[in-house]
């Protein structure tokens, strides 16, 4: 069974439905590569799975440890490489307004993030810069 089916949707838009929840998501593309940008782009999408998937993680082994990641947010810039198109580097600045004060769940959750499956993934040319604000 499929995870994702979608379709093309005219005009640079598609739309993907993810099988199991049937939920939707809408891609256009970027207003510098003929687009709309009125929905995230696929390398949006690709950027932000990347912050994503780090604090999912980060979160599973929060959990293990019964600590509470409330009031960690993060902010991702995707930078575009001219030629040929495509990311060259994902910038994820990590903020938490009281995050736990002991160094070694600190140095867990660095970890956690840095070897998500997403960060795993990418092809190693894109420069991952990851900025732990707490």
């Not at 499929?2 to 005219?10: A, D, M, Q, V, W």
């Not at 003929?34 to 990347?50: I, M, Q, R, Y």
């Not at 990590?94 to 070694?104: C, G, L």
Request: with cysteine; net charge negative; hydrophobic share 40%.
């Amino acid at each position: 069974m499929p995870t994702i089916k979608s379709s093309y949707l005219g005009n640079l838009r598609t739309e993907s439905e993810h099988v199991q929840s049937g939920t939707t998501i809408l891609t256009d593309a970027p207003v510098d590569n003929n687009g709309k940008g009125e929905k995230f782009s696929p390398t949006d999408l690709v950027s932000s799975a990347l912050g994503s998937c780090m604090v999912t993680i980060m979160g599973i082994v929060a959990a293990r440890d019964s600590v509470e990641l409330t009031g960690l947010t993060w902010e991702v810039t995707k930078i575009m490489q001219a030629s040929p198109r495509k990311i060259q580097e994902i910038v994820v600045d990590f903020h938490w307004e009281t995050p736990v004060e002991d160094e070694v769940m600190i140095k867990k959750l660095k970890n956690a993030a840095r070897t998500c499956p997403v960060a795993l993934s990418l092809d190693p040319a894109i420069k991952q810069t990851i900025n732990f604000n707490f």
